[in-house]
């Protein structure tokens, strides 16, 4: 029987007894919760890095904006929270869209 022990989306339970099969869970804590979502957050991460068409990679950054919006929550706020930072920075520092790769600032 495979051990996973990781963080999974709420209804994989379900799926897995569709199929029949049987599994154990438990509800993290709130400090244990944060941990596993920062951890899927680099799982995610590394999934979407390596994916090998576009599909994949916006398959990968679903899941990745899954996780934002968890994280926002947890921390007491929303992604149109998170978002209106993003603009704020945006403004003032701009985006990545121009595709600048800084090399080296003289001193």
């Known amino acids: ?8 989306r709420d209804r994989i339970p379900e799926v897995i007894a569709r199929n029949g099969k049987k599994c154990s869970t438990r509800i993290l804590d709130n400090e244990k919760y944060i941990e596993e979502l920062k951890k899927k957050s680099f799982e ?23 996780i934002l919006h968890a994280l926002a929550k947890v921390h007491g706020s929303t992604i149109r929270d998170v978002d209106e930072i993003r603009k704020s ?11 600048v790769f800084l090399i080296e600032v003289e001193d």
């Open 1 to 8: 029987m495979p051990i996973y022990n990781k963080l999974v």
């Open 89 to 99: 920075k945006a403004e003032k520092r701009g985006g990545f869209q121009d595709k």
């Open 44 to 66: 995610e991460l590394e999934e979407y890095v390596k994916a090998q068409t576009d599909e994949e990679a916006i398959e990968e950054l679903a899941d990745i904006l899954e």
